[in-house]
Structures are given as structure tokens and as C-alpha cells.
């Protein structure tokens, strides 16, 4: 077989085995070629998100012959009996996209620390989302989100009552592989409505689907914008734990604090009680906000958010 019978793709659906893939020519269900499979001991061996080189069938469906190198992953790392086994929750992922209300959930702001972390950690660049402006008022969701963009985080605020922000929203899409994460009730569904008519009911639909499953529930489907790139909701995303973090990188994944520790007295300050803390200090002279610093210790020490 030549490289001219194979068609390239990428995966936007996975269910039991079949992956449903985009092709130049339309969708193609695919299953994974038997060589391939057997590299599963450590880890997915595809996810979704993936570009695939397939090869047609002639009643219609396909095998995946190949699968091209990632540029980037979103991933859980799973301990199991035989080891960790690195699960693939979105593969080839451009953006991270955290959307919170401002009012009505009050915005659990702890969380979105902690999903700031992960991205960190990831390399994976986040944008946050502040939604429902409509409630409070732009100068009340200034007074709540604004420190993110202080700290260097593009921070969008929208409304879809009131059109605010979708068609910034829209363009911060356009073209890109966005995986979308927040908790319920904070309208991600209205937005992507917004954005393309049924979108977000889509996404909930199998988000509802996928939630009712483990905790360690993987993204199963990706979404086309009409403008180019796919939406992804990422249910899984709370699930995430920290446990692979080792308490002493922790501040290197908090922007305002890793350029701070170089100045501390203790090569191996914690940032809690330490004389010649340059954390400390930055917090008493509002350098670093101190709910930020809170965050900080709440995750290094263990604390729920």
C-alpha cells in the first residue's frame, strides 16, 4: 500500500473502539489498525483531536493507518495497578477556555485557580471567560475578574442577554482547537448558541452523556465551527488532581509567584511562614493579590478548593 491510498484526517468522535473521523471528504468510522493497538500498555495511542492518515474500505469505513505527531495534549494521568497510564482527555488543544458567571452561580474563583494551574502545567494557554456582565454590571465584574488580567490571563466578559463580548468570544475561536471548562450553571451552553445556533445544546447533550460515567471521564467529541477550528467540553477537567504536582513546583505554576522565589532567603521556602519571604512580602505591599496567595496555600497544603 502507497502513501496515495491513505486519506488524512482528524478524530472528532470516539465510542467503544470506533473513531469517527473528518476527512476532505466527509466523515469516515474508523477502527484503529491492530499493530497500533498494541501500544496501549502506557497510555491512548490516539485521542480525540488527533490528525490520522486512514485507509478507506470498500463498504465505507476505514482503518487508521497512522498517527501524526501531537503539537500539544490535555492529560490525565491515571495510577493504575500496572502503573500510570497517561489518558489522552484532547489532543492537539490550542486554547483552554474557562468560562465562570459572574452572579447566578457566584464565581468559585478557587476553581478557576486551580484550572489556571493545570493549564500552567500543561503548557496550554487559557483564556477566561466571565459571563452573565448583565447581572452585576461591568464594574462589578471588573472588580471580580480583573486581577486575572493583571496577572497577564486574557480575561473576556460577555452576556448574551445583552450581545456583550460574542463576537470577540467568536474570534477568540475562530480556527482553534478550544477546550471549554467551567462549572454548570454559568451558561457555556447560551454562549455557544450564540456563537452557532444549536452548538451549545450539542455540547451539553454529550457532556450530560459522558458526565453520568467515572469521574475520569475523556472528551469523546469535538464540535466544527462554522468559522473554523472545533469547541470540546472538557467535564472531566474538576476530576483533574493535582497528586502528580510535587508541592515544591507548585509556585512556578502561579505566574506572579515563580519570579518571585529567586528572592527568597530559603532555596526551599514554602512561601507560609519563612523570614525573607520575597511571596510574603509581595503580598503585604500588593504585588500578589492575596487571593491568589490563599489559592496558593490551599493547593500546596491540601486544601479543597
Known amino acids: 500500500m502507497s502513501s496515495a491510498d491513505l486519506v488524512p484526517g482528524r478524530v472528532v468522535h470516539l465510542s467503544s473502539g470506533f473513531y469517527t473521523v473528518q476527512t476532505p471528504q466527509g466523515q469516515v468510522v474508523c477502527q484503529?489498525?491492530?499493530?497500533?493497538?498494541?501500544?496501549?500498555?502506557?497510555?491512548?495511542?490516539?485521542?480525540?483531536?488527533?490528525?490520522?492518515?486512514i485507509r478507506r474500505l470498500p463498504d465505507g469505513s476505514g482503518v487508521i493507518e497512522?498517527?501524526?505527531?501531537?503539537?500539544?495534549?490535555l492529560v490525565r494521568l491515571d495510577p493504575?495497578?500496572?502503573?500510570?497510564?497517561?489518558?489522552?482527555?484532547?489532543?492537539?488543544?490550542d486554547q483552554i477556555v474557562l468560562v465562570f458567571a459572574c452572579a447566578e452561580p457566584a464565581p468559585r474563583l478557587r476553581m478557576l485557580d486551580r484550572f489556571l494551574v493545570i493549564a500552567e502545567k500543561q503548557s496550554i494557554p487559557p483564556m477566561i471567560v466571565a459571563n452573565k456582565v448583565d447581572l452585576v454590571g461591568m464594574e462589578q465584574a471588573e472588580a471580580l475578574f480583573g486581577l486575572y488580567r493583571q496577572i497577564g490571563y486574557p480575561v473576556l466578559y460577555t452576556s448574551v442577554k445583552t450581545c456583550l463580548g460574542i463576537e470577540a468570544l467568536r474570534e477568540q475561536l475562530r480556527?482553534?482547537?478550544?477546550?471549554?471548562?467551567?462549572?454548570?450553571?454559568v451558561g457555556k451552553s447560551s454562549l455557544?448558541?450564540?456563537i452557532q445556533p444549536e452548538l451549545g445544546l450539542a455540547v451539553r447533550e454529550v457532556s450530560?452523556?459522558?458526565?453520568?460515567?467515572?469521574?475520569?471521564?475523556?472528551v469523546r467529541q469535538m464540535f466544527p465551527l462554522h468559522i473554523g477550528g472545533y469547541v470540546a467540553d472538557l467535564p472531566g477537567l474538576k476530576a483533574l488532581a493535582l497528586w502528580d504536582?510535587?508541592?515544591?513546583?507548585?509556585?512556578g505554576y502561579f505566574p506572579e509567584l515563580r519570579e518571585l522565589?529567586?528572592?527568597?532567603?530559603?532555596?526551599?521556602?514554602?512561601?507560609?511562614h519563612e523570614p525573607g519571604c520575597a511571596v510574603r512580602e509581595a503580598v503585604q505591599t500588593g504585588r500578589v493579590h492575596p487571593q491568589r496567595y490563599e489559592s496558593y496555600l490551599r493547593m500546596r497544603f491540601g486544601e479543597e478548593e
Open 208 to 218: 450530560e452523556q459522558t458526565s453520568k460515567g467515572r469521574h475520569t471521564t475523556v
Open 261 to 272: 522565589v529567586a528572592n527568597c532567603q530559603f532555596s526551599d521556602c514554602t512561601h507560609l
Open 32 to 53: 484503529l489498525r491492530g499493530r497500533l493497538k498494541r501500544l496501549r500498555a502506557e497510555g491512548d495511542v490516539i485521542a480525540v483531536g488527533d490528525l490520522v492518515q
Open 192 to 194: 455557544l448558541n450564540a
Open 175 to 185: 480556527g482553534k482547537i478550544s477546550g471549554l471548562a467551567g462549572p454548570s450553571g
Open 80 to 93: 493504575r495497578p500496572r502503573g500510570i497510564y497517561r489518558q489522552i482527555l484532547l489532543a492537539n488543544i
Open 66 to 73: 497512522a498517527i501524526e505527531p501531537r503539537h500539544s495534549a
Open 245 to 251: 504536582t510535587q508541592p515544591e513546583e507548585l509556585d
